[in-house]
C-alpha cells in the first residue's frame, strides 16, 4: 500500500520509500548495474554538467506538454522505458503500472521479461509499446510480435544492446538467478503454454532489423543506440526511431552516459527520425535538456519502480505526475510553453571545479 | 541585539551566527533554494574557478570606491539585493535594513514581498530602488508604482524570471506557507487597505515590459536575465539597466550560474546598459572578479539577512563594513584604485583538478 | 592455497584475498609506487575518463581473443607484466605463475627480479619473454641474454625507465630493502654462481640498445616508453615493439598515466611496431579501451601478484580467466568479434564533473 | 634539538615534526593565508594536474644540479624564500637557516622582516639576496640597501605584491599581532638604534623601481610578478629578475596559483630576464615541472621554516638534501642531466577526472 503520509517530494523520496519495502536482492537488482556501475551513476552525473539559460517575458502562461509520438498522443515528453520483473516490486506488479500510465495519458513500454502478460496489460487501457528481444527461433519472434500486435501495441521496441548478457556483480554476489517461485515472464509462454528463456541472440544484426521490418506495420525503435554511425544505419533500415539508452548501465560498464551521447545521435539523425533516450531522468529539468539538446521525449525506468514498490499503481502516478509537475515548471522558468519551444541555446556546458 | 563578543571576519562568521538566532525553518528559507539547490552551490562555486591576476606597482594609495548608478551616487559597488520578510529575520525588519544601507552609502532594493512598508523603509533617509513582481491587475501594478514613486524610490527593478513561482523542497518539507502572525507584506495593501497575495504572473512579457516604460520616468532595471538574446531585448525596449540573476537559485534549479552567465550578457549589452549581477557574493574578490568580468556593480543577499538576523541594523552596516573593506584591500592588491580600473585580463580561468 | 570458497568476482575482489594473506610489508612493495604514488593512482583513474561508445547489431556471436604478437600466437591480447620477487607471494613464485600464463595461453614477461631461474620458469612450457635491466657489465648482460635465449624465452623486454632507482617511500618506512632469508634473484647468478645486485645503469643509452640488437636475433621491445620522440627513436633504432609503461608509478612519481601517454606514442610509431601498454588494468573495458586507442595489446602486473598470492597458480589463472570473459564480454557488448575491429571511434572523452 | 630518530621521508614528515614542536598559533601565522586560503591550497595543488613526460636512453649518469644566478653560483635550482620571524621557529633564527644554506651552496634570500639582523646572517658566509620592501621614507630605504651591500649581500629582492597588508584570518582569530617579547625586526632599526614598524607603501610604483635600480648597482629582482604585461614592464625597467609569486597565498586570496601563472611571464620574458618561482614545491618533480616550463629557479619557504622548527640547522639542511636528491633523481628518471636540459614537451596537462 502506498502510505500516504510518507513525505515524497521528489524522487529520492520515492526511491526511500520503495527501499524500505523491498527485499534488499531485489532492490539491487533494479539499483545496479554492470561493473563498477560507473555508467549507472554517470547517467545521472551528465546532467549535472549541463546548465539551463532560461528565456523570459515569454508569456508562459499557457503551456502544453502533450506531443504526437509514431502516431499516438502522450500528455508529456516522458514515457515508461521497458523494466523487468515488476511483480519484484509490487503483487500487481505491469498491470498497476499500466494502470497509473494509462491514467497519465502516457506510453508504457512494456518489456518482453514482464511479469504480467502483455494481454493483461494493454487489457486495461493506454498506449502501449512492446518492447522485444529478438530471438534467434525466427518463428517464437515472429508469434510474439503477432501477440504484441493482437494485444494491441502500438510499437516494437527493439533492445539492439545485449548480445550477451551483462555482469551485474550486485545480482552475482546475492546469487539472484531465478525469479521466486509463482512468477515468470509471462510474454514467453510458447504455443503448448511451455516457458522458454529469453535469449540474448549474439547473432543479431541489421538482416534481422530488416526481417522484422518486413514482419510488421508496427513502428519500430531500436533500443540501446548510442553511435551516430548507427544511428544513420538506423534511418537507412527504416526504422521509425531511436532510442538511445544504455540499458540503464546495466549491460556493459564504462559505456558512455547517454545524455552525452544524444547529442551527436541528434545530429546524424538530422531530423528524420525521433529521437528518444533513457538514463538517469530524475527531474523536469532533466527532461528540459534533454529535449532541448534535440530527444523528441524522454523515457524513465527505475523511477517507476520506485514508485510501483513504494505505492503500486498510485506510486507510479505520483512518479509520472511529479516529473510532469516538474517539467512544467521548468518549461515555464525557461521561458517556454510546450516542448518544442526547447532549443540547444537554453542549455550550457560549464564545468564544475 | 548584535553579540559584540562574537568574533565574526567574514560572512561566514555572520551567517553562523544568524544560525544560531533563527529559528531553523526560517533559516532554511533563507538559505534554501529550488530542487537539489545545485545553483544555489553553483552560484557560490563559479567564484572559486575564476582566478585573479594582479597588475603591481600602480600607486593605489588613494582609492575611490564610489560609483554613480542610474544617476544615484553609491559609495561602493555592491547594493541589496531584494529579499523577501526581512522581519523573520529581525524585528524591526526592512527598516533596520535600510538604515544600515543608508549609513552605508549604498542602495537598498527595497522587495515587494517586504514586511515593512516602502514608506516607512524609506523614510530613513539613502537611496532606495523598488522591486516589483508586475501583477497581471495593471490597476494595482500601477498604483504600487506609484506608491514606490511617492516614497522616493529612484528606480524600478522588475523581477521577470518568476512567470510561475519556484519549488523550495526546505519549504514544503517544513510546512513553511504563510507568515507568522503579525507579519504581512505591508505592500500589498490596496487602497482599501486589503491585503493581497503576491502573483507570479505567467503572461508577463515584453509588452508589459514597454506598458510599464510608459508608465514611469524612473529608471527601470529587469532582474533575471540570463541569456544574451534577452540582453539584446533588453536594450531594444529601452530598459534602463540588466541584473544578471538566477534568484539566488530559488526558482529554478540547474539553472546556470550567474558568473557564467555574466560574461555573455556583458558581450551582448556592449556597453549600452549597466550590467548588475547578484548570486554567491562572499568576498572582496568576488565582486572584483564580477567588475572585471563587465559588471557594473553586484547585489548581495543572503549576507544581508544574515546581518540582520546576527545584528539588525548594525549587523547588516557589519556586512557592508566587510564587503567594503574586503573589496578595498582586493583593489590595492590587484593594482586598482577604482572600480573602473578593472578589466577582464586580471582574471583567469583556471581548471581545478 | 586458493579459498574456493571466497567470492572472488573481479581483481579487486582478488587484491582484498591477497592483502588478507600477505606480510603487510610485502603488500605494500606489491601496492606501492614512487613518492606520493600520485602516478599509481592516475594509472587507474585514466580508465575512469575514457567512456566506450558501441556499436550495435553487428552479429558478435563468433568472437576470437587470439592475437598474434612478434610471432608468437596469444590466445588473447592481455600479457603477464614483469614484475619482481613472486615468492614473496606465493612458495612456487614465478614457477606458479608461468604455469597459470601457460594454461591461459597468454605470454609470460619474466622479470630479471624473479626468484625462481628463468630455466625453471620456462620448464614447464608456454611463451615467455625475457624481461632486461641491461648492466653495465656487459659481459654478464651478453651472459644473461644468451640464459634466456637457452632458456627458450621468445623476445627481450628492456627496461628503459630506470636509469636510477625510483624511491618508494612505503618500502623506506617498513626498512624493506633485503628478501627474505632463502629467496635471491636466481637470474643474477653469474658463471661462477655468485649472485650479482641488479644495477640500475644510468649510463645506458640508444648505443646499448644498438648492442643488445646486434647481440642477439630475438626480437626486442622497450619498456617504458612515455614520449613520442623516444617513439620514433625506437623505430629508428630497429627495435621490434615498444611498451608504454611508468613501472606502474614506482620510479618516478607524478609521470603521465600510460592511458594518457598511449595516443601519441601510437601516433608516432604509426603502424611500423606494436605498441603495448600496461598500467591500471582493472576491467575488460580496460583492454577494449587501449586497443581501440592503438595498442595492440597489454599487460598486468599486480593483478597477477594479487591472484598469486590469493591462490597460487590457480589464482593466477583466475585473474587470466576473468580478464577473458570480461574482455569478450566487453567485446561483443561493444559490437566487436576481435581485436582488430577496435577503433579509436569507440571510445569518448567526457570530463566528470 | 633535531630529533633524528624521526622518520623524515619527505617535506611532510618534516610538517609534522614541525608541527608538533610549534605554538599553534605561530605555526597558523607559517601556514596560513589570506582568506578562505584558497591560494594557499592553488599553488601546491597547481603541481597535481601537470604530469612529466619522461625521456628515455640518454645516460645520465653524470649529473650537474649547479646553475648560475645573477653571477652567484648555486649548487641547484633551489633557493630559500624570504620568510619572517625565524627565531618563532627556532631559538638561532635566520641565522640557523642561513647556515643551512651556506651549507648546501645554495642562496638564502633574506627577509627585511628577520628576526636576526642581516650581519649576523650573512656573517657565517654563503650567498644572501636581501629583501626589500621599500618604505616611503626614502632616506630610510636607502639605508637599508647600503646596509644590505655592506653586509655582503648580492641581489635585492623587491616585494611587489604588498601595497597593503594581507588579511590572514588564522592570525586575527588568534590575536596573533605583535612578535613575543624578546623578538624584533632587527633590521628595522635606524641610524639612532630606534625600532621602526614595516610599511606597506601603497603608493608604491614604477619610479621607485627606477629610483632603486639608480641607487645600488646590485641586481634588483621584482618578487610577485604574476601579469605577463607587469613582466614585460619589468624588462623595460631595467631589473634583472622577476620572482612570480603570490606571496605564499598570503596577500590577496584566490590570485592565481603561481605555476598556472608561470607560461605567461616566461613568454612575455622572452629570455631577457631569469625568471623564478615560489609557491607550493613540495618535490623534486615540482622543481622539474616549474624549470620544464620556463623557470630558471624556484625558490622554497614554508618547508624551510618547517625544517627549522623541526631541527634548526640541521632541519633546515635536511629539507635541501631532500630536494636536492629528489630533483636529483626526479631529473635522472626524465631523461636530463642538467636543469638546462628540461623543456616544455616533458610536460603534460591532463585534466584529472
Known sequence: MFALDE???NLADVAAGARRRLDPVHWDFFAGGAGEERTVRANEEAFTRRWVVPRILRAVGERDLRISLLGSPVSMPVLIAPTAFHRLAHPEGEVATARAAAGAGTIMVISMAATRSVEEITAGGGVHWFQLYPQSDLGFTSSLVRRAEAAG???????????VFGRRERDLRHGFVDLPPGLVCENMRDASGQLR????DAGLD???????RGLTTLPILL???LHPADARLAVEHGVDGVLVS???GRQLDQVIATLDALPAIVEAVGGR??????????RGTDVLVALALGATAVLVGRPVLWGLAAGGAAGVRHVLDLLRADLDRALALAGATRPGDLSADLVATVARA
Open 246 to 248: 544504455n540499458h540503464g
Open 153 to 163: 501495441c502500438r510499437a516494437l521496441v527493439v533492445t539492439v544492446d545485449s548480445p
Open 197 to 200: 528463456d529469453i535469449e540474448m
Open 273 to 282: 527520425l525521433p529521437v528518444l533516450v533513457d538514463g538517469g531522468i530524475r
Open 206 to 212: 541489421w538482416r534481422r532489423i530488416s526481417w522484422l
Open 223 to 225: 533500443k540501446g543506440v
Open 7 to 9: 513525505v515524497r517530494l
